[in-house]
């Protein structure tokens, strides 16, 4: 697999490297050795999935605070979506810096995110899942999150205009109102 750094440190893409022949593919999504090996824990607690029908769906911008900040590694099974994650470190040089990138089932590209990060998607298809390995488990109090469409932080989703949102997301307040962590 190919593990390339993302401009915000400590969050990688993780490309796998499949062995092909007449019956198919075969290729390695995680190995422990491997991670350890570029700086990247490679424990998980969870395996999480979201699916969501149509189109434009946007789920976002997501965390959990310390001490329970999760570690996600995800990855489409389905369908595509434009991920992004924002650095939320306090005293971080990329504070407020968002780095975005299309995942799909097709190429099985994966993003590995590091505790510190917020993180959302918005659906580029209908029916697209999504999996999720996380470490540690999900703490409801410690949930948090910020707007999606925060105009400070300018984040270039591909169809703004089309988001289908829930409740609690358009209800998330904006960034300068958020805490790093």
């Given at each position: 697999?190919?593990v390339e ?6 969050a990688?893409?993780?490309t ?13 999504l ?8 570029k ?9 999480s999935?979201s699916?969501n029908?149509?189109k ?8 959990q605070?310390?001490p ?7 990855r ?5 979506i434009?991920d992004v ?9 990329t504070l407020?810096r ?5 995942l799909?089932a ?6 590995y ?8 998607f ?34 270039d989703?591909?169809d ?7 409740e609690r997301?358009r209800?998330l307040?904006?960034f300068?109102?958020?805490a790093?962590?």
């Open positions: 697999m190919i750094p993302t401009p915000l440190a400590g990688f893409v993780i796998p490297e499949p062995s092909r022949d007449d019956r198919g593919e075969f290729a390695r995680y190995c422990a050795e491997t991670f350890a090996a700086g990247i824990d490679p424990h998980f607690d969870q395996i999935y699916f029908r149509r434009g769906t946007l789920r976002g911008l997501h965390l605070r310390p329970h900040g999760e570690t996600k590694l995800v489409v099974t389905a369908g595509a434009f994650i924002v650095d939320v470190r306090s005293g971080s040089p407020g968002w780095f975005g990138l299309e799909n097709a190429d099985r590209r994966q993003l995110i590091p505790p510190g990060f917020a993180h959302g918005q659906t580029l298809t209908d029916g697209a899942e999504i999996t999720y390995a996380i470490s540690p488990p999900y703490v409801p109090e410690s949930q948090d999150g910020f707007r999606w469409n925060d105009p400070a932080l300018a984040i989703w591909p703004p205009a089309g988001a289908i949102l829930s997301d209800a307040r904006l300068a109102d958020f790093p962590v």
